[in-house]
């Protein structure tokens, strides 16, 4: 969405700001020279009536600039569109960003595999010393226990190692994080600057022109309120 000055001055100053003014004016000569006509009392309330409608779709159109800001607090830039733009601008930063994510993801994989992997052994050891313990022939149940220990240790040896090569593995993981989170936050800056000084220099192209057009209307208020309690 482009809150920029042509999309808020078409607002601004559109038909309707006119349309006020010819009701002002319209209001201000029936003030002037209304009072020695016939027709004052019903040319003055259908001017009234014009310049009520007009303020009404005035005060609507406002509100609808007012929600598209609100809407624009929320659209203006987002942290995701930020790494989006700066990928777009540098071609080295989106090659090495593509790759961390995929690597992020890999680093995820292996640690969800390293957990059922423990969780499933544990439970199948257990079962297994259950069925051992159900024999009733005393020689093979110590047999098959005896086997069942044997395996375990041999499981324990490789869950070691496997524990040893994720500590190792999250630590060239940390340091690269931190490289690439620097990294985020470098492109990510140039960026949200770059947006931010273009989005204040529209706002203070659009103060300037408001700022035109409350002034207008300013004195022709004040005019009109001045011939009415004359």
Same mark, same amino acid.
């Given at each position: 969405m482009n809150f920029g000055t042509r999309n808020f001055s078409g607002i601004v100053n559109s038909v309707l700001l006119n349309r006020m003014r010819t009701v002002i004016a319209i209001v201000i000569f029936i003030a002037i020279t209304g009072c020695r006509s016939d027709d004052t009392s019903k040319a003055l309330p259908e001017a009234r009536s014009m310049f009520k409608e007009v303020l009404i779709e005035f005060n609507a159109q406002r509100e609808k600039v007012k929600q598209e800001f609100?809407?624009?607090?929320? %659209? +203006? +830039? %987002?942290f995701q569109e930020a790494m989006k733009t700066a990928q777009d601008k540098d071609a080295e930063f989106a090659k090495v960003y593509t790759k961390w994510k995929r690597i992020k993801?890999?680093?995820k994989q292996i640690h969800e595999k390293f957990a059922n992997l423990v969780s499933g052994a544990d439970v199948l050891y257990a079962e297994f010393e259950n069925r051992a313990n159900s024999i009733t022939n005393e020689q093979l149940k110590a047999k098959m226990l005896q086997r069942i220990n044997e395996s375990k240790e041999n499981y324990t040896i490789r869950l070691k190692q496997g524990r040893n090569g994720i500590n190792k593995l999250d630590d060239a993981n940390t340091k690269v994080w931190d490289t690439m989170t620097a990294l985020e936050i470098s492109y990510g800056l140039e960026v949200v600057e770059e947006k931010l000084t273009q989005t204040f220099q529209e706002i203070d192209m659009m103060i300037e022109s408001v700022m035109k057009e409350l002034k207008g209307l300013s004195r022709e208020s004040e005019l009109l309120l001045t011939i009415r309690f004359e």
């Amino acid at each position: 969405m482009n809150f920029g000055t042509r999309n808020f001055s078409g607002i601004v100053n559109s038909v309707l700001l006119n349309r006020m003014r010819t009701v002002i004016a319209i209001v201000i000569f029936i003030a002037i020279t209304g009072c020695r006509s016939d027709d004052t009392s019903k040319a003055l309330p259908e001017a009234r009536s014009m310049f009520k409608e007009v303020l009404i779709e005035f005060n609507a159109q406002r509100e609808k600039v007012k929600q598209e800001f609100e809407e624009g607090k929320n %659209t +203006l +830039l %987002t942290f995701q569109e930020a790494m989006k733009t700066a990928q777009d601008k540098d071609a080295e930063f989106a090659k090495v960003y593509t790759k961390w994510k995929r690597i992020k993801a890999e680093v995820k994989q292996i640690h969800e595999k390293f957990a059922n992997l423990v969780s499933g052994a544990d439970v199948l050891y257990a079962e297994f010393e259950n069925r051992a313990n159900s024999i009733t022939n005393e020689q093979l149940k110590a047999k098959m226990l005896q086997r069942i220990n044997e395996s375990k240790e041999n499981y324990t040896i490789r869950l070691k190692q496997g524990r040893n090569g994720i500590n190792k593995l999250d630590d060239a993981n940390t340091k690269v994080w931190d490289t690439m989170t620097a990294l985020e936050i470098s492109y990510g800056l140039e960026v949200v600057e770059e947006k931010l000084t273009q989005t204040f220099q529209e706002i203070d192209m659009m103060i300037e022109s408001v700022m035109k057009e409350l002034k207008g209307l300013s004195r022709e208020s004040e005019l009109l309120l001045t011939i009415r309690f004359e």
